[in-house]
């Protein structure tokens, strides 16, 4: 039975990808200038050229690094920030407007701001990081707040200390909003990370092949490079989401044993 209805859900992915690449099909038929869209096919045939070049991965294995060093900076740091933060009110109360400014403005406008500050090749590690660690600081410590009160109290009467308490009840608490935070702030860093990439062109990256495919007016590769934009991120995100779920997995094993 749970076979038959996996079959039948990857049946109707199957079909709606075909049905949207018959539209894009039809839309590169009507409007019939290579310069503006690019047929399916066309952006398979740039990508089997770019990936026979060195070059090609490259650009992809240096923006990969860019994002993931962002990435997992933001991470850790928003982590402990949040534990902090929600120890110390003052410092939730002190740090807040901040943050929220950093969510609120636009991205474009920090990578603009970061150029002036830093090397262009460290731009898009940092625009990642700035992305993705107000969105892990907001989750972790909501999951923090909204551990169960009557948890806390019995922890309190049984003594359990403070490492059995966090290990036992805080951990437990926060991982769903830990890993909720992790999977959204992964497509943000991406994001966030080719588009510092396309505006300060650091060498060897994904973004510059984005902007000289645009200034040279190279629309196929300019579709190529984006359709590599997604197909990674999905990739990395899939590859992640079995990555955290393989670790809860293990650790409320261990609680069990």
Request: include cysteine; glycine fraction near 4%; charge should be positive.
């Amino acid at each position: 039975m749970k076979n038959s209805i996996t079959r039948n859900k990857i049946t109707g992915k199957i079909v709606i990808a075909l049905l949207w690449l018959a539209v894009w099909q039809l839309l590169y038929m009507v409007i019939d200038m290579e310069v503006l869209f690019v047929s399916p096919v066309g952006v398979l045939k740039t990508l089997g050229e770019l990936i026979k070049d060195g070059l090609f991965w490259q650009s992809v294995f240096m923006s990969f690094l860019r994002v993931t060093e962002g990435y997992i900076i933001a991470v850790v740091f928003g982590t402990v920030f949040a534990v902090i933060t929600v120890v110390i009110p003052f410092a939730y109360d002190f740090f807040y407007p901040v943050i929220s400014l950093v969510k609120a403005a636009p991205v474009v406008s920090f990578i603009i701001l970061t150029l002036v500050w830093l090397k262009s090749g460290t731009v898009p590690a940092f625009i990642s990081f700035l992305m993705v660690f107000p969105v892990v600081w907001t989750n972790v410590s909501e999951g923090i707040r909204r551990t169960d009160k009557k948890l806390l109290e019995m922890a309190r009467i049984f003594d359990f200390g403070r490492i059995k308490t966090v290990k036992n009840i805080y951990i437990p608490s926060v991982l769903p909003f830990f890993k909720t935070a992790c999977v959204t702030g992964l497509s943000l860093a991406w994001k966030s990370g080719i588009a510092a990439e396309v505006i300060c062109t650091p060498k060897f990256s994904i973004g510059k092949q984005l902007y000289n495919s645009k200034i040279y007016l190279e629309t196929p590769e300019l579709f190529a490079w984006t359709a590599v934009v997604v197909v990674m991120s999905v990739i990395v995100e899939k590859l992640f989401v079995v990555l955290i779920n393989f670790v809860v997995d293990r650790y409320y094993l261990k609680r069990r044993c």
